[in-house]
């Protein structure tokens, strides 16, 4: 059964601070990871995707990847109040035939 | 309009009952999937389609079954709903490339089975 872990929540950071999420997966051959965002009651939203090892940047987003720790994170810089929603990690089965999705990180940030 | 299209929106429905669940797409992706989602457990697979006449099953495709009617349309059916298939379900689709890439979800439909 491939696994993706999620760092349990709530996540509670105030206004302006840096919002980190971590995610690990258990799947060696996957290749692909996404970052999605869900407000209550409504459908995932993709935040980010990355497939290379290293930083990727949009905003005040910033996905992390480390395959060899078979790690994932999400940083958000300058936290707003709007940010706060459950965030979802996602990683390909490695045939890219599906996603697994982790059971989510509730962020809150406090204004 | 959304890309993609759920319906209904709300449904209560009784143990035992057959009840089926719409989804379509205006992306013109040749991949669909249904998810449900229970408070805590994230989005769990139920079944997807890379095409018309390619239909897998997903990690907990018991209970239910899909029928891919053309590219823009997959529907979710349970032939005899009962009370732990109450959940919030998500049609997406993604585009067909190497690699995974983005899914896209629908508004969701959420079930209530007593």
């Known amino acids: 059964q491939k696994e993706v872990e999620q760092n349990s929540g709530p996540l509670s950071v105030p206004e302006g601070a840096i919002a980190s999420l971590n995610c690990t997966y258990s799947?060696?051959?996957?290749?692909?990871f996404f970052w999605y965002r869900q407000y209550s009651g409504k459908s995932p939203e993709l935040i980010m995707s990355i497939y290379s090892n290293g930083d990727k940047e949009d905003g005040r987003f910033t996905a992390q990847l480390n395959k060899a720790s078979q790690y994932v994170s999400l940083l958000i810089r300058d936290s707003q109040p709007s940010d706060s929603a459950t965030y979802l990690c996602?990683?390909?089965?490695?045939?890219?035939?599906?996603?697994?999705f982790g059971s989510g990180t509730q962020l809150t940030v406090l204004p | 309009d959304a890309d993609v299209t759920q319906t209904p929106r709300n449904r209560i429905t009784k143990t035992g009952k057959r009840i089926m669940l719409e989804c379509s797409q205006t992306k013109g992706h040749d991949r669909m999937y249904w998810y449900r989602q229970d408070p805590g457990l994230g989005l769990r697979l139920i079944y997807y389609s890379f095409d018309v006449k390619d239909i897998n099953k997903g990690e907990i495709s018991d209970g239910y079954s899909v029928s891919r009617q053309a590219q823009a349309k997959f529907s979710l059916s349970l032939e005899s709903a009962i009370p732990n298939q109450t959940a919030l379900y998500f049609c997406a689709t993604s585009g067909s490339g190497e690699a995974q890439e983005t899914q896209y979800f629908g508004p969701g439909t959420r079930l209530l089975v007593l």
């Open positions: 799947d060696r051959g996957s290749q692909s």
């Open positions: 996602a990683v390909d089965s490695g045939s890219a035939r599906q996603l697994t």
